[in-house]
């Protein structure tokens, strides 16, 4: 009989309501079978736990506790130029390889282990093998409540959707499986399968979860704080469904993927809405924190938050150190906010302020003149989510030992400009996600927040523009995430290119350092127009609060090509599939 060893987190608020165990707090135990795990509801139970247990904690879990924003245009990395063995310089050096991927390396690995490549692919794996095995078994176990049977399930299948949407976000097409490999399944003879058919795939898992009455729409007590739930499903389904109508995957344009994408996310978004979930009022503040667990919390607008475990630092913890300003606590820069992002950000008025850049370098700006945008102070009257952002020089960051404190961004100032990690390179620092008056890097509560409201707005919005153009529905979606921030409504009359374009612009400010820039160049298609290089502005002190600036050139890169659209599967799995065929390039 085969045997397995396998981690038991106890979920013991499900089955026993007087545990105070923490469900996701992960336990070892010793070696037992299958048949004896599903022959008791605890042990089931706790079984999906160790499907949890693969899920990467997304934020600040790569290389050295960096973001991704600094894979992508809307922040450059500080460790480049000065330390060219971390993961983001070797991005910037276009050293992706079907054996070593940069991205893919775990946030507390040294500089180059050649024993990560496809950490992330291998977990997801393992992921739906153990959500295979669990679905297969559950039928035989017996519950003294069976709600908690079905919640499981849902549960389950939900977990499975998403593991493969992380994978074929990253890779591609991988094959659907939905039962476990027997001992002598030939793994070479396994096809790999379309993306539409894996996006299918998720859609009808998401769709049984969505179905179960006993899946609940919310956890609501702290011990079943990081499980999934409906509304979890709902953002899963969201999201496949958008990727898979978008460019990217959809080369034939098929028109009918956005209209069931449309179809599909609309009904998501009334569902969450009728059940409670609503936009966060206050856009900053909300960053700040996590969710309060409660049948009715101040929270409306969190679906998932990635839950700290297993000894690793919390995410507030490591935007205090490694996303910082150097004379506030930090230990290094991090992700700066690129001048990109910062010309992306609207004016307060509504108006565009950069249209576009005269030469390759962006060196030099298309100005709006009728936006009121100013060159010589470029950071006045624009989107308060760019304050809520960006670190920008001479910006008021609060009090500090009880004095009022600027930001000295410019060359020569305690926050200058320069090359060193512990500096910013652009002239910027990253704001989003901590609280000005967080001192100490073991005050901070934030979790990353990896699926929320505001994310299904705008990708209804986009779906249903793609479908059938700047329809008012369109225009709501985009004007509620608008209004949070008491932004004016977008203009009437646009064209579906427009709204397209604005749609796009209000995903990136909005959802900036949130994981979904650098998915969303690369389902557009549009990798090789944003990610040759960042820029920022360098900032020279002329007298007692003047400044002149110059905008520069912050790194550039070599990780942009048709080929880094979709990231080559390691060579390790590939030598043990002779059917697949390497990602396009590789």
Aim: hydrophobic share 35%; charged share 25%.
């Amino acid at each position: 009989m085969k045997r397995i060893t396998f981690n038991i987190l106890l979920m013991a608020t499900v089955l026993v309501g007087a545990c105070r165990k923490d469900p996701l707090d992960l336990m070892p135990d010793g070696r037992i079978t299958i048949d004896q795990v599903f022959t008791d509801e605890m042990m089931a139970a706790e079984y999906v736990n160790t499907i949890y247990a693969n899920m990467q904690h997304y934020g600040t879990a790569y290389n050295y506790w960096t973001m991704l924003a600094g894979y992508s245009d809307e922040a450059h990395d500080n460790d480049f130029p000065q330390d060219m063995g971390r993961a983001p310089s070797r991005w910037y050096n276009g050293e992706l390889r079907p054996n070593w991927n940069p991205m893919d390396i775990p946030a507390s690995v040294g500089s180059y282990d050649p024993t990560t490549n496809g950490f992330y692919y291998r977990n997801g794996w393992k992921a739906i093998r153990q959500s295979n095995v669990f679905l297969a078994n559950i039928d035989k176990t017996v519950f003294t409540n069976p709600t908690v049977k079905a919640r499981l399930i849902a549960e389950v299948k939900t977990l499975r959707a998403f593991f493969y949407l992380e994978l074929i976000k990253m890779y591609g097409g991988m094959p659907v499986v939905d039962k476990p490999f027997t001992v002598d399944f030939k793994f070479e003879t396994l096809p790999r399968q379309s993306f539409k058919e894996c996006v299918d795939f998720i859609k009808q898992n998401c769709d049984e979860a969505i179905a179960e009455t006993n899946f609940p729409w919310r956890v609501t007590t702290e011990p079943e704080r990081g499980r999934f739930t409906k509304a979890v499903a709902h953002a899963v389904r969201s999201q496949a469904l958008l990727f898979g109508a978008s460019p990217l995957w959809n080369p034939e344009g098929d028109a009918g993927r956005w209209a069931l994408a449309a179809a599909d996310i609309k009904q998501s978004l009334e569902a969450l809405t009728d059940a409670g979930y609503q936009l966060y009022p206050e856009y900053e503040a909300y960053f700040y924190g996590r969710s309060d667990l409660s049948p009715s919390p101040g929270d409306k607008e969190t679906i998932y938050e990635v839950k700290t475990f297993g000894g690793t630092p919390e995410f507030s913890h490591l935007m205090f150190r490694m996303h910082a300003i150097p004379t506030l606590g930090g230990d290094k820069a991090g992700c700066s906010p690129s001048q990109e992002l910062v010309d992306a950000y609207e004016m307060a008025n509504g108006q565009v302020p950069v249209l576009g850049y005269q030469d390759d370098d962006h060196l030099q700006p298309v100005i709006n003149t009728a936006s009121g945008y100013d060159e010589k102070h470029p950071y006045l009257n624009r989107d308060p989510r760019f304050y809520a952002t960006v670190w920008y020089n001479d910006a008021l960051y609060g009090d500090v030992n009880g004095k009022p404190y600027r930001i000295q961004s410019y060359v020569g100032g305690a926050d200058g400009i320069s090359n060193l990690m512990q500096r910013t390179h652009n002239g910027y620092y990253l704001r989003k996600f901590r609280n000005p008056k967080q001192l100490d890097p073991n005050t901070g509560t934030a979790l990353f927040k990896k699926y929320r409201l505001g994310e299904i707005y705008l990708n209804y919005a986009e779906a249903a523009n793609e479908a059938a153009g700047p329809t008012s529905d369109v225009y709501d979606a985009v004007n509620a995430i608008r209004a949070r921030v008491k932004m004016p409504a977008l203009p009437g009359g646009l064209n579906k290119e427009e709204m397209r374009e604005r749609i796009r612009r209000e995903r990136r400010v909005e959802m900036s350092f949130e994981e979904q820039r650098i998915w969303d160049v690369r389902r557009w298609k549009i990798l090789g127009q944003t990610d040759k290089l960042t820029t920022g502005i360098e900032w020279t002190k002329t007298g007692e609060g003047q400044f002149t600036g110059k905008r520069v050139v912050a790194g550039r890169r070599k990780s942009w090509m048709d080929n880094y659209l979709i990231i080559p599967i390691p060579t390790s799995e590939l030598t043990l599939m002779p059917l697949w065929e390497q990602n396009p390039g590789w």
